[in-house]
């Protein structure tokens, strides 16, 4: 079983739509949770960080669900801007930069 | 841009060669880890450096080391390539301290590397 697993979509959506990306992740030491975004041929970049609580960063809001090992992150009123593969990422380890990554779920936008 | 810089940007080696790719960090980072994506996936953790040391390994070979120099710059040298080595191979810094708590790293745009 991997270590975090996402759908891979790809999940096309008209630009306005709210779309919502699921991840569930193995081992429950997991300490830390975020979401990264990777442009086609470009590196990841940090796009949230989520928390047990909850947060919202503008149109993206991310949700954690530890008794489930679940991570959610839902984009309303998507744009064309907004296609990219989303990464869900695990940090297990504290402070030794070892992210378990996601396979990456793909989103495209259409006009 | 991130201030992470890698060199060389693509390469192709055949079977068996070895391959140096390089990596110097963002300003006022002291460190670096080094992450394997292959087409389709997510990165890969393969090892972090700090203070040139090695401070924790993926599931890679010995054929996978790496070297940290006082500067914090980084190389991963990759030894008897095998086809499933073709990847990007992503450097990420990050000051000491900070990544529990924001999760971020701050990537490199990779090298391409293609064994045939």
């Known amino acids: 079983r991997k270590e975090v697993e996402q759908d891979p979509g790809p999940f096309n959506v008209p630009e306005g739509a709210t779309v919502a990306f699921n991840c569930t992740y193995s081992?429950?030491?997991?300490?830390?949770f975020f979401w990264y975004r990777q442009d086609c041929r470009k590196e990841p970049k940090l796009l949230m960080s989520?928390?047990?609580s909850g947060n919202e960063d503008g149109r993206f809001t991310a949700q954690l669900n530890r008794a489930s090992q679940y991570i959610s992150l839902l984009i309303r009123d998507s744009k064309l801007s907004d296609s990219a593969t989303y990464l869900c990422?695990?940090?297990?380890?504290?402070?030794?930069?070892?992210?378990?990554f996601g396979q990456g779920t793909t989103l495209q936008v259409k006009p | 841009e991130t201030g992470v810089t890698q060199s060389p940007t693509h390469l192709i080696k055949t079977r068996g060669q070895q391959v140096t790719l390089r990596c110097s960090s963002q300003?006022?980072?002291?460190?670096v880890s080094w992450y394997q994506q292959a087409l389709g996936q997510g990165p890969q953790f393969i090892f972090q450096?700090?203070?040139?040391?090695?401070?924790g390994r993926g599931n890679f070979p010995p054929r996978f080391s790496g070297l940290q120099f006082p500067n914090y710059s980084s190389e991963l040298n990759v030894n008897a390539l095998e086809l499933d080595d073709s990847a990007l191979y992503l450097c990420?810094?990050?000051?000491?301290?900070?990544?529990?708590?924001?999760?971020?790293?701050?990537f490199g745009e990779g090298s391409r590397l293609t064994v045939l």
């Open positions: 990420a810094s990050s000051p000491t301290g900070v990544l529990l708590n924001t999760g971020e790293l701050f």
């Open positions: 081992n429950s030491a997991s300490q830390s």
């Open positions: 989520v928390y047990s």
């Open positions: 990422v695990v940090n297990l380890q504290g402070n030794t930069g070892k992210l378990i």
């Open positions: 300003s006022g980072h002291n460190t």
């Open positions: 450096y700090y203070r040139e040391e090695e401070n």
